[in-house]
């Protein structure tokens, strides 16, 4: 069903990671190539999450999609706060609330399909109870 909670979780994760088009991404890292590939994989991973909204049919390919969406959001929050430690420029300001903006939306995310594969997996053991029942 589309009413489900993932829904609601996988939709909120989508406008987190949407919203990282907000995120100060040029003053973390002004010498690298984060400010143009981050917005560009958080709208990926958005759009993935939007596209398991709509995969409710097939549960077990629903928690498939969103576990590789929780991995990818994983990988670019790493990113995000791992670059933190490799420019170490003295010229480039660095400034802790600029990256705590900048990896928010990835870390959000990351929660939000946790919770999200959490249901389906609840939702699958429900239906299997259900079948036993017949």
Do not use: C, H, N
């Amino acid at each position: 069903m589309i009413q489900r909670k993932q829904t609601v979780f996988l939709a909120l994760a989508a406008v987190a990671l949407l919203s990282s088009f907000l995120a100060p991404f040029e003053v973390v890292a002004a010498s690298s190539w984060l400010p143009a590939v981050a917005p560009v994989l958080f709208a990926l991973i958005a759009l993935g999450g939007i596209y398991a909204i709509f995969q409710y049919a097939d549960r077990a390919r629903q928690r498939s999609i969103v576990l590789g969406l929780q991995y990818a959001a994983l990988i670019v929050l790493l990113l995000v706060l791992g670059l933190r430690f490799v420019v170490r420029d003295a010229s480039v300001a660095i400034d802790v609330a600029a990256w705590a903006v900048s990896a928010a939306p990835a870390a959000i995310a990351y929660v939000l399909f946790l919770f999200a594969r959490k249901s389906i997996e609840k939702d699958i053991a429900l239906v299997r109870s259900m079948d036993r029942l017949r």
